[in-house]
């Protein structure tokens, strides 16, 4: 029905849905638990840090595409570096975006080829896409990959030319695939003889969208609740944000938008409350690290 109904709606229908489901999924949203447990063999993170922070950014729309400079100097200004995923052929990435991002070490991911449809529907889809997001991985020279609407197959990505995937969670009982792989550690999703395998990075924090946009919370409690969780349990705190519903400006939000300031002040918090104590990396230095030390460890 979506491409029937205007966005409003949608976003009304949705917040409906997920506040109702919401008091059902208290047990395992924002935290879940069974996810604290370490990977075998674990030794911890490099430099003795008590935590990994991944920060990454999906940019769904030509509308987000313009917001990217307004983000990479907000975070720039905290000191702090991050990936941003680009829908292949839903907008127009000019290449000095990209060569920009890396000359200042942020990371360039993929985030399909476009935002509106199940990349997974079925295998002959994607095939049939895999074949092109493969050229456009070569061409931007990027390893990474996350599927639009956080949609997965690890069995099926192993086609992708990449070191690592980013598409599914922790727990989110709100995702149209709900289905979280529970556990705030990577894990590395083994080839054979024909396929190599690669590092999956779930995401361990709410996503933005949810938290201020369906949920219309009005502080970050949410987000320094779960990251606080995920210190505690030595984990990995990899966070989701989308700068098409940032608002960098002050002026009237729309009904999906929130204040860029509430990213902002998350930062300060992790800096302010846990200075020295994380390894702050992008998520192909977190990939590699795991898959020379744990490739041997699944989930």
């Given amino acids: 029905m979506k491409p029937f109904i205007s966005r409003q709606l949608q976003i009304a229908l949705r917040r409906k849905i997920v506040l109702k489901k919401r008091l059902a999924c208290a047990n395992i949203w924002p935290i879940d638990q069974k996810a604290n447990k370490p990977p075998d063999e674990w030794s911890g993170w490099p430099e003795q840090k008590r935590f990994a922070l991944v920060l990454t950014h999906d940019v769904e729309s030509a509308k987000g595409l313009n ?22 052929e839903g907008y127009n990435i000019m290449p000095e975006l990209r060569h920009y991002l890396t000359s200042k070490g942020f990371e360039v991911g993929m985030h399909g080829l476009y935002h509106d449809e199940n990349l997974y529907k079925s295998i002959k889809i994607f095939h049939r896409q895999a074949v092109r997001i493969n050229q456009y991985l070569k061409e931007w020279g990027s390893v990474g990959f996350r599927a639009p609407s956080m949609y997965h197959n690890l069995d099926w990505t192993h086609s992708l030319d990449i070191e690592y995937d980013a598409s599914t969670f922790d727990t989110d009982p709100f995702e149209p695939q709900p289905d979280g792989v529970e556990t705030i550690f990577p894990f590395f999703v083994q080839g054979n003889s024909s396929r190599k395998g690669f590092v999956e990075l779930p995401y361990t924090l709410p996503q933005d969208f949810t938290v201020f946009v369906i949920l219309k919370e009005k502080n970050i409690d949410i987000w320094k609740q779960k990251l606080d969780w995920i210190v505690e349990n030595r984990g990995m705190a990899l966070f989701i944000t989308h700068p098409d519903y940032m608002n960098f400006n002050g002026t009237k939000l729309n009904h ?14 992790i800096k302010s409350k846990y200075k020295d104590q994380y390894w702050h990396v992008l998520p192909k230095d977190i990939a590699r690290f795991w898959s020379e030390n744990y490739a041997n460890n699944n989930k």
């Fill in 67 to 88: 917001k990217c400079y307004e983000l990479i100097r907000l975070e720039e200004h905290l000191g702090f570096r991050s990936s941003f995923n680009f829908v292949a």
């Fill in 256 to 269: 999906e938008e929130y204040p860029a300031r509430y990213y902002a002040e998350f930062l300060e918090y």
